[in-house]
């Protein structure tokens, strides 16, 4: 999503975080019954590349291609090629970046835009048609290429002969070429061949620094294509999440998870840390008391969320575009607290092998926007941003 600007975000969006200190919540602890889970696609691994804003995205758009086919059978399932939409927007970014004479961001991250924008204009590929992995891993891998092709960008940006040939781009598509292969031009999926239809899809956020029931490209560097995502309320913001899993739909959403409570082992929680250091002994307040059962009340307080509070997260930057994931369901723990289930990116990781549990106020506090079919918001907040 972001572009990395310190070593803990590279480290989050790549699958190799590490917390600065214990979590103060594990999934021990919890015992989830799922109340509303939707069809989604197998957990994939972005591995060792900054590419969660294209897992996410192309999960999301398997699950709409799922719903609109009716599909029952998980043989039949879509299984798009990441890397076929990470090569078209490497190349199409590099292309802004010389226009931009290098003022733009020009790194692995991106957002749920970019994959639309490449499904629109290029199509889709599948996996089996395009690994795009021609150096030599079976999983992505791609720190150097992201290097050689910031470095051979900057060097057109200098503009040694102080006028720009007409041969550059094909270097970009060369770099591509060389480290993940050429695109079987034949195997492509044309959008209007996909079964859905990619003008349906509408971004959304909740924010006060733009008028609400408008629509603003969100100010992240990652967002270099400036996809607007609609402006709304905060309740209604998450009246579109329950609408959309209540009516079979899912969620591409995309947020912070450098939060205490974004844990290894599965769980999304907005962890009061300031109650916490107000409780009593240190194992009682990391781990709950060695003789009780399962709490009546959760075991941590979590921070409760209100549109003032969301904003001063984003003015004040606690609130980053950190990573994309895709929300499918909803569930409850045994202390009847909400909770969203989220595919992943990493893997087969944590207790829920690669499915996080993300409270309902983690999801107010620290999304910062969301993609859905417009058919999965309510008719009434459709009609206050004028959309049909």
């Not at 030599?136 to 290429?145: N, S, T």
Request: with cysteine; glycine share 8%.
């Amino acid at each position: 999503m972001k572009k990395i600007l310190s070593l803990a975000l590279v480290a989050l969006c790549l699958n190799a975080f590490a917390q600065k200190a214990p979590s103060p919540v594990s999934a021990k602890d919890y015992q989830f019954t799922t109340v509303k889970e939707n069809p989604v696609t197998s957990i994939k691994n972005q591995y060792r590349s900054g590419t969660c804003w294209c897992f996410s995205t192309l999960s999301f758009l398997e699950s709409e291609i799922i719903k609109a086919k009716n599909l029952k059978d998980p043989a039949q399932y879509p299984d798009f090629s990441e890397m076929f939409v990470v090569r078209k927007a490497y190349y199409d970014r590099a292309i802004k970046y010389v226009r931009m004479d290098g003022k733009m961001n020009f790194a692995a991250g991106s957002d749920f835009g970019d994959v639309m924008e490449v499904a629109k204009t290029y199509g889709l590929a599948l996996q089996g048609d395009y690994s795009g992995l021609q150096y030599g891993y079976d999983k992505p891998v791609q720190a150097e290429l992201d290097a050689v092709l910031k470095g051979y960008v900057d060097a057109v940006v200098r503009n040694p002969n102080k006028k720009l040939t007409k041969v550059w781009p094909k270097g970009v598509e060369g770099i591509l070429d060389a480290y993940m292969g050429e695109i079987p031009e034949d195997k492509v999926i044309k959008a209007d061949a996909l079964g859905i239809n990619l003008d349906d899809y509408l971004g959304f956020t909740s924010y006060t620094h733009h008028p609400f029931y408008t629509a603003f490209a969100m100010e992240v560097e990652d967002n270099w294509r400036c996809t607007p995502s609609w402006n709304v309320p905060l309740d209604e913001f998450m009246a579109i999440i329950d609408y959309a899993v209540d009516k079979g739909y899912t969620v591409a959403w995309g947020g912070d998870v450098s939060e205490p409570g974004f844990t290894r082992d599965g769980l999304a929680i907005l962890v009061d840390t300031e109650a916490l250091a107000t409780s009593g002994s240190d194992q009682e307040r990391w781990v709950g008391k060695a003789d009780e059962k399962p709490a009546e009340k959760p075991a941590v307080k979590e921070i409760e969320v209100t549109q003032e509070l969301r904003q001063e997260y984003y003015d004040e930057k606690t609130s980053t575009d950190d990573h994309g994931m895709h929300l499918y369901g909803i569930a409850k723990d045994q202390n009847g607290v909400k909770y969203y289930l989220i595919k992943n990116s990493w893997g087969e990781t944590g207790e829920y092998k690669g499915i996080w549990y993300m409270t309902e106020n983690f999801v107010k506090g620290k999304t910062l926007n969301i993609l859905v079919n417009k058919n999965a918001v309510p008719k009434d907040i459709l009609k206050k941003i004028g959309v049909k």
